[in-house]
Structure formats: structure tokens, C-alpha cells
């Protein structure tokens, strides 16, 4: 919500319809102005607990199995419901591929594929990372057991992934950006054998 679109809901938060209830649904709201906030009364939904995520989803998807993208959920329905897991990891692979080759040309479509491929590559971060500490290929989210940097290093670049998820807003560059979380990639997991890169 921008600066405009927030003082056009404020003068109607102000001034609601009559017999009207308003709902404002947001991932960030911290990111809303204090105006909104301040008038709203804040109700967080939390991820289900694994008994009722499994209730609730054998109700409405009982012939879909997550397999081993169970982890991804979360304890959240909507999403088990709605996803092709396997559809979206291949996407992701293909790309984190690219990446690792040395590929120039950016594979994003548009600034949400940019958005999730950043949140999938802080999952795939966070398994690096864990397994580094543990030696367990249980404890991964996304089942891809790829080694990395030390684990400074894989944190470090978590934290500037999602620093560049952050300024996504800003209508980043691109190719630029490509090539900036590209580096990010190649510093952490390390580039492909020369043999293997490309370049257009």
C-alpha cells in the first residue's frame, strides 16, 4: 500500500458505510502507515497445529499428497491446497542452476517471480544452513542437500537476499539485480566448473 492508496482507506476507515465491516489483510503490517494501524483492531493468524493442518486438509484436498514438500506448508492449508510443489522446485532449481553456470540473461519474468524465487532461495539457505549444523538430511524443508559456504557465509547471504526482497518495492532493476544475487549465489554455493558457464 502506498502513500496514496493508504490516505484514500484512511478518509474511508474514518468514515466507514454504515452497517459495513472492513477487513485489511496484510503480510507486512508493520510496513502500514501508523494512521491505518492505529484504527484497526489487529486479529494475527498463526499456522495451524500439525493435527488440525492434517484435519483440515484431508477435508478439502483428499486425494493430494504432499510428499516431501510437507515441511513447505507449514500448518498452512491454503497453500498445501493451491501449490504444485514440484512444479515450483524445478522452477527455482532450474534458475539457482543458471546462476550457479555463470548465465547472464535473467530468467525472471517480473518482479513477483523475482519475489519468490528470493523466498524459496532463503528456504534452500536455511537447509544449507541447518545442515551444516546437524548432518541431517531430515531437518531439510526443501530436500536438497547442497553444500555451501561455511555457515557465516550462508547466513550472510540470507540476510542480503532479503534485504534485496525488501527493496523489491523500489521497482529494482531487472538484470541488475540478477546479476547482484547471482554474485550472492556464486560467493556462497560457489560457481560451476568453468567447463559449464555461459555467457550471452
Known sequence: MNIN???????????????????????????????IRSRCMHVR?????????????SMKAPDKKLGPFAGLVMGRPGIG?????AKEKKWFMDIYTSMTQ?????????????????DLSLILLRDMAVFSITGREDDLLYGEKRSGGDLRQILDAGL?????RTLLDLNLNKSITWN???????????????????TR
Not at 9 to 32: C, M, N
Not at 102 to 118: H, M, P, Q, V, Y
Open 5 to 35: 492508496s493508504a490516505n484514500a482507506f484512511l478518509k474511508t476507515l474514518e468514515e466507514p458505510p454504515d452497517d459495513s465491516i472492513i477487513v485489511l489483510v496484510s503480510a507486512s503490517p508493520d510496513r502500514l502507515p501508523d494512521t
Open 45 to 57: 493468524f498463526r499456522p495451524l497445529s500439525h493435527e488440525a493442518f492434517a484435519r483440515v486438509f
Open 102 to 118: 555463470g548465465e547472464t540473461r535473467c530468467a525472471w519474468a517480473d518482479k513477483n517471480d523475482i519475489k519468490l524465487w528470493l
Open 180 to 198: 547482484f544475487v547471482s554474485v550472492i549465489i556464486q560467493n556462497t554455493v560457489g560457481p560451476a566448473a568453468p567447463a559449464a558457464r555461459r
Open 81 to 85: 491446497i493451491s501449490k504444485d510443489f
Open 160 to 164: 542480503r537476499l532479503q534485504k534485496v
